[in-house]
């Protein structure tokens, strides 16, 4: 029985070590990650730190999303942008978009982003805006 006792209580501990560990390793330790909910507000990031910016999208469409404005490109650099498909074989299946951001030095960035087909001339379906203060 106390064998039984030991071997449960180490399932337990080794278990919460796991889940622990991998609730702290969400992603680079340097990354901001924010979503769409994130829209109109601000948010902080020392020098150096990555923000990565996921916004839901469907290439199949022909919308995605367009960096309008960086206010501040010596402040906040755009470093990349990625289309990630669907896990679904499903056909038009929506997708998401991670546009990768990095704080360069202090000050204070506006990026404004829109939802659109690139060949029209009508303003985005959505938009996205967000204030990054670098300090």
Same mark, same amino acid.
């Given at each position: 029985m106390r064998q039984v006792l030991w071997m449960i209580f180490g399932f337990i501990l080794m278990t919460s070590v796991v889940v622990g560990g991998a609730a702290c390793?969400?992603? /680079?330790? %340097?990354?901001?990650?924010?979503? /769409? #909910?994130?829209s109109g507000k601000?948010?902080? +990031? #020392?020098?150096?730190? #990555? +923000?990565?910016?996921?916004?839901? #999208? %469907?290439? $199949? $469409?022909g919308y995605s999303w367009v960096l309008v404005q960086n206010s501040d490109d010596s402040v906040l650099s755009k470093t990349g942008k990625e289309y990630v498909?669907?896990?679904?074989t499903l056909l038009g299946a929506g997708g998401q978009e991670e546009w990768t951001f990095k704080a +360069?030095?202090?000050?204070? /960035? $506006?990026? /404004?982003?829109g939802y659109s087909r690139p060949w029209e001339s $009508?303003?985005?379906?959505?938009?996205f805006d967000l204030t990054i203060v670098v300090k």
């Open positions: 390793t969400g992603g /680079s330790n %340097n990354d901001v990650n924010v979503d /769409s #909910s994130y601000q948010v902080e +990031l #020392s020098v150096g730190q #990555s +923000l990565v910016v996921t916004l839901e #999208s %469907n290439a $199949t $469409t498909a669907p896990q679904t +360069l030095k202090k000050g204070t /960035s $506006t990026i /404004s982003m $009508t303003p985005p379906v959505e938009t």
